[in-house]
């Protein structure tokens, strides 16, 4: 299931054990675990990912980022 966000962006729902690896686990449960933060997971490709607890949908979303500015 996908759906559009924005002109370059799609939100679909995968499986964490897809997503990445044990960095990526442990961001997730901990953004799952402490639900007010964000979690910033560097990979070593150069991409960042960073988790965030959504409470309307009761999960944890997830958003990869090519690059991050700050």
């Known amino acids: 299931m996908a759906a559009?966000?924005?002109?370059?962006?799609?939100?679909?729902?995968v499986p964490l054990a897809e997503?990445?690896?044990t960095r990526h686990l442990s961001a997730a449960?901990?953004?799952?675990?402490?639900?007010?933060v964000i979690a910033l997971?560097?990979?070593q490709?150069?991409?960042f990912t960073l988790f965030a607890w959504s409470n309307p949908e009761n999960l944890v979303?997830?958003?990869r980022r090519e690059a991050l500015v700050l």
């Open 41 to 43: 997971v560097a990979s």
């Open 29 to 36: 449960k901990f953004a799952q675990d402490q639900r007010d």
């Open 4 to 13: 559009p966000i924005a002109e370059d962006t799609i939100a679909e729902i």
């Open 45 to 47: 490709d150069g991409r």
């Open 19 to 21: 997503f990445g690896g």
């Open 61 to 63: 979303h997830a958003n």
